[in-house]
């Protein structure tokens, strides 16, 4: 089965750019989350969609920050105008709301993107 | 508002010895995750608890929850170097969705 696929892996960009970010998740999976971890920190959860709904938005700076998941499968996160504060590991993940036990809701997480903005 | 500690952010041990990670939280949660971390890489679920008593193990790592404390323990028994790696613990209440909250993650050095 595959895995949770982004891209890119690494971006650099100066601040004040634009910058976007892709995910797909696990087929299947009807839950999908976006999490930024700062170096040093756990990851923390900026936005989570079911299907092609979000579900909590509730720390992702909306000024700045915007995402999106077309036809409930992949998603793309957007973060424009970038600034210093914004460097950092930006993970996604998914989850089936099927089965049952500990399998079902337990999140795979992507590979991740680092953004550095300078 | 549902918040994680562990402790300790950085650990540095020989082969061969035996530690434990902690993991307190503020509230009542319904499920408590603990991830592995490789440099560079995605995070991998290790293990996950549910009821209060919960003890789960794999290999050399032995995870257990105490609902009553909020508190989790990963027991590391017999570290090797493959070991090295960042462990967090994370917890669901499902009140709040299926959002997990992290801990800062613990750094696990083991030298051989």
């Known amino acids: 089965e595959a895995g949770v696929a982004q891209s890119p892996r690494y971006k650099i960009i100066e601040k004040r750019q634009s910058v976007a970010f892709w995910c797909n998740p696990i087929?299947?999976?009807?839950?999908l989350y976006w999490y930024q971890q700062i170096l040093g920190q756990g990851p923390k959860l900026l936005i989570q969609f079911q299907n092609n709904g979000v579900v909590d938005d509730s720390q992702l700076p909306k000024d700045r920050f915007s995402a999106e998941r077309l036809k409930g499968v992949d998603s793309t996160l957007k973060i424009q105008p970038a600034k210093l504060e914004d460097s950092a590991v930006y993970l996604c993940a998914s989850s089936s709301i099927k089965g049952q036990g500990v399998a079902k809701n337990i999140q795979y997480f992507g590979a991740g993107t680092r953004l550095s903005v300078l | 508002e549902l918040k994680v500690e562990q402790n300790p952010l950085f650990l540095s041990m020989q082969e061969g010895k035996n530690y434990t990670i902690y993991c307190n939280y503020s509230t009542t949660s319904d499920r408590l995750y603990w991830y592995r971390q490789d440099p560079g890489k995605s995070l991998e679920s290790l293990f996950v608890?549910?009821?209060?008593?919960a003890v789960k193990q794999e290999g050399r790592l032995m995870a257990s929850l105490d609902t009553k404390a909020r508190l989790s323990t990963l027991h590391i028994t017999a570290a090797v170097h493959d070991l090295s790696a960042t462990y967090f613990c994370?917890?669901?209440?499902?009140?709040?969705?299926?959002?997990?909250?992290f801990g800062a993650g613990t750094i696990l050095r083991v030298k051989s």
């Open positions: 087929s299947g999976h009807a839950t």
């Open positions: 994370a917890v669901v209440r499902m009140e709040y969705g299926n959002k997990l909250v």
């Open positions: 608890l549910l009821s209060n008593g």
